[in-house]
């Protein structure tokens, strides 16, 4: 097993690269980008960094230098002949060759395209313009970056005893939080921690340790890279990216309503079985499932990532029930803002119901809250979104007021045209 303490502490060469692969990503996301290629492979697309945690400085905390370095290093890499092999030959959700030879074959020959960062005031800007299945490749590996240098800031200040003695409490949190969950009945419980993670290393750490502490409640990871390492399932299916792109590219507002389901009428085309899981909040849930066509309610189910997951939850079961569907043969995917105490809750209210899931993130992979002084380790919300195709805004409204994104003029058109009404505000932690 790596010893975390001493890596960190010889993180002393001219570069020790954050991220080496180019699957050390998000499963999602190359489900996405395979979509993406297949239907809207021409459309430009603009990501930028958003932090959401203003308190934290990045721009004062992160050396400009060693940030360039390390996404220079990422516009290096290729995908190796083994994780080719992987991609090409492995069995996801019960389906071979999920990715397309003539998706593999660009995927293959892929270097990420070029980014913009400038610093403003105490913040970074960083940007990637381009193709949308080439840019949309950028936002995890950035998101590691930008996460994992804030980290290394503040343990490069810590001697070697001193991180020897942070790790040991850090997974000790970890471990006690797993042992929390070992009697919660048919758990059915992944790490979807990559975004927001301490490091890859500490990553594939609490991944190995939910192998161990909790069997097989633990079923899989959302990062390709540790997946195939670890010889584990690899979890995910699409998030509010999608959505947020075909709005941005409708013509009207009759196009605009009917964009999220065009989304799911694409991914219709492509997945079937547990890959058809909708992620209804990004221009709300409730208006989204009323008007929501028969078809959908005969998918897998539904992942819930914001707002409160108990309301979205019993409308998901309530729209069930009433297109004739019965919840119990159905999952529930709950993935925002997850800790222990949540986890349980959510499963003793829902899983006598339905079918449970959790997508367990930051505070699996990132909690270092209070271990270290001013608390300068504690997870911090970073996101990095599309936010114009082809020269049109984006707009995310979401179920929580606080995640929204856009220009105020478009986010009142779209709350008039998805039907949000009034919403309940809820502190965003990650």
């Given at each position: 097993?790596?010893?975390?303490?001493?890596?960190?502490?010889?993180?002393?060469?001219k570069?020790?690269?954050?991220?080496?692969s180019?699957?050390?990503?998000?499963?999602?996301?190359?489900?996405?980008?395979?979509?993406?290629f297949?239907?809207?492979p021409g459309?430009?697309?603009?990501?930028?960094l958003?932090?959401?945690?203003?308190h934290v400085?990045?721009?004062?905390?992160?050396?400009?230098?060693?940030?360039?370095?390390?996404?220079?290093?990422?516009r290096?890499?290729s995908?190796?002949?083994?994780?080719?092999?992987?991609?090409?030959?492995?069995?996801f959700?019960?389906k071979?060759?999920?990715?397309?030879?003539?998706?593999?074959?660009?995927?293959?020959?892929?270097?990420?395209?070029?980014?913009?960062?400038?610093?403003?005031?105490?913040?970074?800007?960083?940007?990637?313009e381009g193709?949308?299945?080439?840019v949309?490749?950028?936002?995890?590996?950035?998101?590691?970056?930008?996460?994992?240098?804030?980290?290394?800031?503040?343990?490069?200040?810590?001697?070697?005893?001193?991180?020897q003695?942070?790790?040991?409490r850090a997974?000790t949190?970890?471990?006690?939080?797993?042992e929390?969950?070992?009697?919660?009945p048919?758990?059915?419980?992944?790490?979807?921690?990559?975004?927001?993670?301490?490091?890859?290393?500490?990553?594939?750490w609490?991944?190995q340790?939910?192998?161990e502490?909790?069997?097989?409640?633990?079923?899989?990871?959302?990062?390709?890279?540790?997946?195939?390492?670890?010889?584990?399932?690899?979890i995910?299916t699409?998030?509010?990216?999608?959505?947020?792109?075909?709005?941005?590219?409708?013509?009207t507002d009759?196009?605009?309503a009917q964009?999220?389901?065009?989304?799911?009428?694409?991914?219709?085309?492509?997945?079937?079985?547990?890959?058809?899981?909708?992620?209804?909040?990004?221009?709300?849930?409730?208006?989204?499932?009323?008007?929501?066509?028969?078809?959908?309610?005969?998918?897998?189910?539904?992942?819930?990532?914001?707002?409160?997951?108990?309301v979205?939850a019993?409308?998901?079961?309530?729209?069930?029930k009433?297109?004739?569907?019965?919840?119990?043969?159905?999952?529930?995917?709950?993935?925002d803002?997850?800790?222990v105490?949540?986890?349980?809750?959510l499963?003793?209210?829902?899983?006598?119901?339905?079918?449970?899931?959790?997508?367990?993130?930051t505070?699996?992979?990132?909690?270092f809250?209070?271990?270290?002084?001013?608390?300068?380790l504690?997870?911090?919300?970073?996101?990095?979104?599309?936010?114009?195709?082809?020269?049109?805004?984006?707009?995310?409204l979401?179920?929580n007021?606080?995640?929204?994104?856009?220009?105020?003029?478009?986010?009142?058109?779209?709350k008039?045209?998805?039907?949000?009404?009034?919403?309940?505000?809820?502190?965003?932690?990650?």
């Amino acid at each position: 097993m790596v010893d975390i303490a001493t890596r960190v502490w010889n993180h002393k060469w001219k570069i020790d690269p954050i991220v080496r692969s180019l699957i050390d990503t998000d499963f999602y996301k190359l489900l996405m980008c395979q979509s993406v290629f297949r239907n809207k492979p021409g459309t430009r697309v603009t990501f930028s960094l958003i932090n959401r945690s203003k308190h934290v400085p990045l721009a004062e905390l992160i050396d400009e230098g060693e940030l360039r370095e390390q996404l220079d290093h990422i516009r290096s890499l290729s995908l190796s002949r083994g994780e080719s092999t992987w991609l090409r030959g492995n069995t996801f959700y019960g389906k071979r060759q999920m990715f397309r030879p003539d998706f593999m074959e660009w995927f293959e020959s892929l270097r990420l395209p070029a980014y913009h960062l400038e610093r403003k005031g105490d913040q970074y800007e960083l940007t990637f313009e381009g193709n949308w299945p080439e840019v949309m490749l950028w936002e995890i590996p950035a998101l590691a970056v930008l996460m994992e240098l804030r980290g290394r800031a503040v343990l490069d200040q810590m001697g070697k005893f001193e991180l020897q003695v942070l790790y040991a409490r850090a997974m000790t949190r970890v471990w006690e939080k797993i042992e929390a969950m070992r009697d919660i009945p048919d758990l059915s419980i992944a790490d979807f921690g990559t975004r927001r993670r301490h490091s890859y290393l500490w990553q594939d750490w609490c991944v190995q340790a939910m192998q161990e502490g909790l069997g097989q409640a633990f079923t899989g990871t959302s990062n390709c890279k540790i997946a195939m390492n670890r010889e584990l399932e690899a979890i995910g299916t699409n998030a509010h990216e999608l959505p947020m792109v075909y709005a941005a590219l409708a013509k009207t507002d009759e196009d605009l309503a009917q964009a999220p389901y065009d989304v799911l009428s694409d991914w219709h085309d492509e997945h079937e079985g547990n890959l058809r899981i909708i992620l209804p909040d990004t221009f709300g849930t409730k208006g989204f499932l009323e008007k929501a066509p028969d078809w959908l309610a005969g998918w897998t189910g539904i992942r819930i990532d914001s707002g409160d997951p108990a309301v979205a939850a019993q409308h998901a079961i309530e729209w069930w029930k009433a297109r004739g569907e019965d919840p119990a043969t159905k999952r529930i995917i709950f993935s925002d803002g997850l800790d222990v105490d949540k986890i349980r809750s959510l499963h003793h209210q829902f899983a006598r119901r339905t079918n449970v899931s959790f997508g367990w993130g930051t505070l699996l992979t990132n909690d270092f809250r209070n271990l270290v002084p001013d608390d300068r380790l504690a997870p911090f919300s970073l996101v990095c979104k599309a936010v114009e195709a082809n020269g049109t805004p984006t707009v995310k409204l979401s179920d929580n007021p606080n995640k929204a994104m856009g220009p105020a003029s478009e986010i009142d058109r779209y709350k008039h045209v998805f039907g949000v009404g009034d919403q309940v505000a809820q502190d965003v932690i990650v």
